[in-house]
């Protein structure tokens, strides 16, 4: 190795950078001289081969080639940036003069409008919301609730088992027993909307899966003005100022005494039309005071306390707030009904 040899070396690399068109072939060279183990980097091995008087002259020579090498290297890799910096500018140019794609604003369930309503309507009262499981055992969904096996009123609500004790919970009562024992005899305000499932053939007015939203109001002194005031309240919110309600005996195994809700017509203010059925009313909800069984079972003593209870179908009140004459529309995801609840603003 010489001084003659170094400049040919140099020349060879310098050539080299020159001679590339795009980064990766510039690594190509970076790797062959100028990496760890490339050429130019191993170049310093042969200082020990030479006499103590050439290796000043060496040294000063190999440091030359070094400086002169990294320069033409950093420049050039700095040119091949800026190339391929430009050509994907270029090629990521936005034409603004494109016309833009036109999303429509979306609109929400008539379902999911109305249960929010619901909510709103009850926290503003002082309700907390509750939840409960889908899948619930007998005890729970009718035992707790006072509807022993073999007896009747099981009949009113057929239902989806899964074995002998576990079923698709018929409606959300069996919240009522799940609130009031983990509350531990403490006042109770709640609401807990969800789904319920019931072996119905689906037609206009029925599906197999629906929703429901339970309240329970239990403490000192609940009676049944209280509930009527609640729930007229309720209805006044979600049907209108007008609206009035009346309340007609029932039958529900878990309240004493039961009551079904009718509201006064908003379609003809009580005079009688096809909405109302000529009867200027419209039943739209059942409802109770907690039958003292109920309590006793779940933790309360009804001497001392009292509750009532009520459960609103939600799609029931969406169907009646909007005119949907077919509950089914509710489920099935067609855009021509979905559209007409799309925000106006
Ligand atoms: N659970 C009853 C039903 O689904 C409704 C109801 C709830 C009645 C609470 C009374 C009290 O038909």
């Not at 619901?118 to 707790?144: K, Q």
Request: hydrophobic content about 35%; overall charge negative; some cysteine.
């Amino acid at each position: 190795m010489n001084i003659e040899k170094l400049k040919a070396i140099e020349t060879e690399v310098i050539t080299a950078i020159n001679e590339v068109n795009t980064l990766d072939e510039l690594s190509g060279v970076f790797n062959k001289y100028l990496a760890k183990k490339g050429l130019v980097s191993s170049l310093g091995v042969h200082m020990k081969d030479l006499e103590p008087s050439e290796r000043a002259t060496f040294g000063k020579a190999l440091n030359e080639l070094r400086k002169n090498v990294n320069e033409t290297y950093e420049a050039k890799k700095l040119a091949l940036e800026e190339i391929a910096l430009n050509k994907q500018l270029k090629s990521e140019t936005i034409d603004l003069s494109l016309p833009g794609v036109n999303y429509l604003p979306g609109g929400r369930n008539p379902f999911y409008l109305i249960k929010d309503e619901i909510e709103a309507i009850f926290i503003a009262l002082g309700y907390s919301v509750e939840e409960g499981p889908e899948v619930e055992s007998d005890h729970y969904n009718f035992e707790l609730l006072n509807i022993p096996k073999d007896h009747p009123a099981r009949e009113m609500q057929d239902s989806f088992y899964f074995d002998e004790q576990y079923l698709l919970r018929t409606h959300t009562s069996p919240v009522q027993a799940r609130v009031m024992q983990a509350a531990k005899g403490k006042p109770i305000k709640i609401i807990c909307p969800g789904k319920v499932y019931r072996r119905d053939a689906d037609d206009m007015t029925h599906s197999h899966q629906f929703a429901q939203v339970e309240g329970l109001v239990i403490d000192k002194n609940i009676n049944l003005a209280h509930l009527y005031s609640a729930l007229d309240i309720f209805v006044k919110a979600m049907f209108g100022e007008k609206r009035e309600i009346r309340f007609r005996p029932s039958y529900f195994p878990f309240t004493e005494p039961s009551i079904e809700v009718d509201v006064s017509c908003f379609e003809c203010s009580g005079s009688g039309c096809s909405v109302c059925k000529q009867t200027g009313w419209i039943e739209i909800l059942g409802g109770g005071m907690v039958h003292p069984d109920v309590l006793a079972m779940n933790g309360y003593d009804p001497d001392s306390y009292s509750g009532f209870a009520f459960g609103i179908g939600i799609e029931r009140v969406a169907m009646l707030r909007y005119g949907i004459d077919d509950i089914r529309k509710i489920y099935q995801n067609d855009i021509r009904f979905l559209s007409q609840f799309r925000k106006q603003d």
